[in-house]
């Protein structure tokens, strides 16, 4: 119940398109949904998150939509471009009461190629 | 990377050898915690401290160890239990009662001779 499902395991696309990764999971307590991006030999740095109370939110070109009654959240990148190949990471996290969020549950990771 | 500095940045184990990963934050967060990363596998807990002197196991904690003396650092201490310890570890710090993520450090990759 704990787990976070991420697809697809890799993805390439061409510069411009659009990158689209899915995340589902079925722990109803978490309550908080943050996607890092990682590039090789680094530590992951938070690309956007969202909250339940929201449909959707958007930074730039990266937008997270999310669908609460089928437990399923993705991440799209819009006019792909090569600086955007990296790693990416679903997570989420329950509420742990007064104002902290609990352990975050990674997904697996989806390599991302985006081809000049 | 922000204020969370991992040493070293490559690191090696002999067979039988106790290894110590460092890790320093100057955030001034409540909560720190170590993740390994192994290829397809995402990041696994091994352990995480709330709070100086007190730390849980994550889901992965058998054959590491760590210690929480000082809210500033997190060491995670590979021992010689561990069988399989070729992995990236990742230092991540939170700070309390903040409704935001953890931030992580650049990582140090451990490889056994």
């Known amino acids: 119940q704990q787990q976070v499902k991420q697809s697809p395991q890799s993805l390439i696309v061409q510069k411009g398109g659009i990158s689209i990764i899915n995340c589902a999971y079925e722990n109803t307590a978490f309550d908080y949904f943050p996607w890092y991006q990682q590039f090789p030999g680094k530590g992951p740095a938070l690309l956007i998150a969202i909250r339940p109370d929201v449909s959707e939110k958007k930074e730039g070109r990266f937008t997270i939509s999310f669908n609460k009654s089928a437990k399923q959240f993705s991440l799209h990148i819009m006019d792909s471009q090569p600086g955007d190949s990296a790693t990416y990471f679903c997570?989420?996290?329950?509420?742990?009461?007064?104002?902290?969020?609990?352990?975050?549950?990674f997904g697996q990771g989806t390599i991302l190629t985006v081809h000049p | 990377d922000g204020g969370i500095t991992q040493s070293p940045k490559y690191l090696f184990r002999k067979e039988g050898q106790n290894v110590t990963l460092s890790c320093e934050q100057n955030?001034?967060?409540?909560?720190m915690y170590w993740y390994r990363q192994d290829p397809g596998q995402g990041l696994r807990l091994i352990y995480y401290s709330q709070i100086v002197n007190d730390f849980q196991k994550g889901d992965i904690a058998e054959g590491y160890s760590v210690s929480r003396e000082k809210k500033e650092s997190f060491p995670l201490t590979v021992t010689s239990a561990q069988k399989n310890p070729t992995a990236f570890y990742l230092c991540?710090?939170?700070?309390?009662?903040?409704?935001?993520?953890?931030?992580f450090g650049p990582g140090t990759r451990l490889l056994v001779l």
């Open positions: 997570a989420a996290s329950p509420w742990a009461g007064g104002t902290s969020y609990g352990k975050l549950t």
């Open positions: 955030l001034n967060h409540d909560a």
């Open positions: 991540a710090s939170h700070p309390h009662g903040a409704r935001e993520t953890q931030y």
